[in-house]
């Protein structure tokens, strides 16, 4: 590493500090006017349309903003960081376009189930809280803020400041073992 790119990295940690430790506003447009139009355009050579690329690079920066105080230098440079934060925004606006809209969703009364399909889903619902309940408490807490608590990867990253490496992880082992305990 040259001591151009030394400097460089130390000078970005350093506005990222700044923004943290007083909200300073100059050091955030600095850090907004070099990296802003540098995420958009990684965001549409990632396959973004533009209006989307414009939507998670505004999220982006807002994020740096908020969360100044989860940026690590001993884990990551801070372009490392914020185009991290760039792709999961991208991934999690992605996941919500897919999901369907409420004129997409049926409308009325739902048939009943017969009185067999309900006593067995009620039976598979028992087995699988006993599952999670065996689950280690690490797992079990990434599950259930997945899967109960609707957050993405990135945003349980954010709120426990794990890596999202080690959420994927813990994740990925917690579901191998709910599935073997439902077979």
Not at 2 to 13: A, E, F, L
Not at 14 to 24: C, L, N, T
Not at 87 to 100: S, V
Not at 110 to 134: F, N, R, Y
């Amino acid at each position: 590493m040259t001591t151009d790119t030394k400097t460089y990295s130390r000078d970005w940690v350093a506005h990222v500090e700044r923004i943290h430790a007083s909200g300073d506003t100059r050091a955030f447009a600095e850090l907004f006017e070099h990296f802003a139009p540098r995420v958009k355009g990684f965001l549409i050579r990632s396959g973004a349309n533009d209006t989307l690329a414009e939507e998670c690079t505004q999220e982006v920066m807002a994020t740096i903003w908020q969360k100044s105080h989860l940026f690590d230098p001993t884990r990551a440079s801070v372009a490392t960081w914020i185009f991290t934060i760039a792709r999961n925004r991208k991934i999690d606006a992605l996941r919500k376009q897919r999901r369907p809209e409420p004129e997409d969703l049926t409308w009325g009364p739902e048939a009943e189930p017969d009185q067999e399909d309900a006593l067995s889903l009620q039976q598979e619902c028992a087995q699988l809280d006993q599952a999670i309940a065996t689950l280690p408490v690490k797992q079990r807490e990434l599950i259930e803020k997945a899967y109960f608590g609707d957050l993405s990867h990135s945003e349980i990253a954010e709120e426990t400041g794990l890596p999202l490496g080690t959420i994927k992880s813990r994740i990925r082992l917690a579901l191998d073992r709910l599935r073997h305990a439902m077979k």
